[in-house]
């Protein structure tokens, strides 16, 4: 295989190709989105919550995510990697963001990218710094913003971005601009109105990426448990389902049970391992 490369997809992005990126969490999921070959895949801090239990994305421990990092890049195939930054790797200042940087880039070869959610610029001048210390420094760079999970509590929740005032509108169109500016090769747009993502998709000269900003950017994310029904069909509006995995995993996993209180499994003749008669006999 061969995995696709920044260049890679800003080439399909200038020819006006639809991008694809789909989060994954570990060795069998990284498998599938491989398979499936998606041009993208995000190691995503929601691994936090659709993973591992936890309330929010601020709870991930620095930690298990880089174990989760590793376990993704061990498995081969052609889509590109993105790693998400976790809260608490990157905010303490510029060095911790930079040298913690480095170490998940150093996880793996496989790593390509990393990933960064950023606020308002207003408010937020120090990660743009951050990132224009890292494109610096030829770290590869995706910009994260409108609903950025990390900052739900500066957010006041979970919420739409963009479409309560003018100056919200004006402050993520700046904020882009300025990502863009910064080094950034893409920009991830969360739960923006539709109307204004394909807005600044067409002022950017980089792919957005989109989840829950409609169908005018030049790409789509979509976290895997909710795109396959991992967790039920509990998931926000802007999730298509393609199937129902929890569904399916509990009925199959109901009929293993009742064929084990049942005795009809394992099979005798399927599942069972057999001995010759005479080497039976001189053991008893
Ligand atoms: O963590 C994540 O999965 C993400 C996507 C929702 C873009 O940041």
Known sequence: FKANTIHDIHEKYCRGAPL????????????WVHDSNCDMLLVG?????????????????????????????????????????????????????????????????RVTSLKFEVGLHTKDQYTLNL???????????????????????????????????????????????MLQKAGCWSLVLECVPHKLAQYLTSQLSIPTIGIGAGSGTSGQVLVISDLLGMQGSNVPKFVKQYTNLHEEA?????????????????????????IKESLWKNFM
């Open 20 to 31: 694809s990126m789909c989060t994954a969490y570990d060795y069998i999921t990284a498998n």
């Open 45 to 109: 801090d929601s691994l936090s919550m659709t993973s591992l239990g936890y309330e929010s994305t601020t709870d991930l421990p620095f930690e298990e995510f880089k174990y989760h990092l590793r376990s993704v890049c061990r498995a081969r195939g052609p889509a590109l990697i993105v790693a998400d930054m976790p809260y608490g790797s990157f905010e303490a200042s510029l060095e911790q963001g930079i040298s913690n940087s480095i170490e998940v880039m150093k996880l793996s070869s």
């Open 131 to 177: 990132v224009r210390e890292l494109t610096s420094r030829g770290i590869p760079v995706v910009g994260h913003i409108g609903l950025t999970p990390q900052k739900v509590h500066s957010l006041g929740g979970y919420k739409v971005q963009g479409n309560k005032s003018l100056n919200e509108m004006i402050e993520l169109q700046e904020t882009a601009m």
């Open 250 to 274: 509990v009925r199959a996993i109901k009929g293993y049970n009742a064929e084990v209180q049942e005795k009809n499994f394992p099979n005798q003749d399927l599942h069972t391992f057999k």
